[in-house]
C-alpha cells in the first residue's frame, strides 16, 4: 500500500501508470488530502506515480515484487 499526501496549496491530479501506458489508478486530490493506493492487484512490474497541479509535476518510479 502507498499512502500519499497533497501538501501543495492546490488541487491535483494522481495517476498509477505501467510501462505500456496503461493508467491503472487516478484520482484528483484536494490541498492536505490523504490517499491511500492499494497495490496488492497489480501484476509484478514497474509503475510510474504522477502527481500534478497546475504549477508542478511530480513523478516517481515504483517496482511492485
Known amino acids: 500500500?502507498?499512502?500519499?499526501?497533497?501538501?501543495?496549496p492546490e488541487e491535483?491530479?494522481?495517476?498509477?501508470?505501467d510501462l505500456n501506458g496503461r493508467v491503472h489508478y487516478e484520482a484528483v486530490m484536494q490541498p492536505?488530502?490523504?490517499?491511500?493506493?492499494?497495490?496488492?492487484n497489480l501484476l509484478t512490474g514497474i509503475y510510474t506515480l504522477i502527481f500534478q497541479t497546475e504549477n508542478t509535476s511530480f513523478v516517481q518510479q515504483i517496482l511492485k515484487y
Not at 491535483?12 to 501508470?17: D, E, H, K, R, S
Open 1 to 8: 500500500m502507498i499512502n500519499i499526501k497533497n501538501k501543495e
Open 12 to 17: 491535483c491530479t494522481l495517476m498509477l501508470v
Open 32 to 40: 492536505n488530502d490523504n490517499l491511500n493506493i492499494e497495490l496488492k
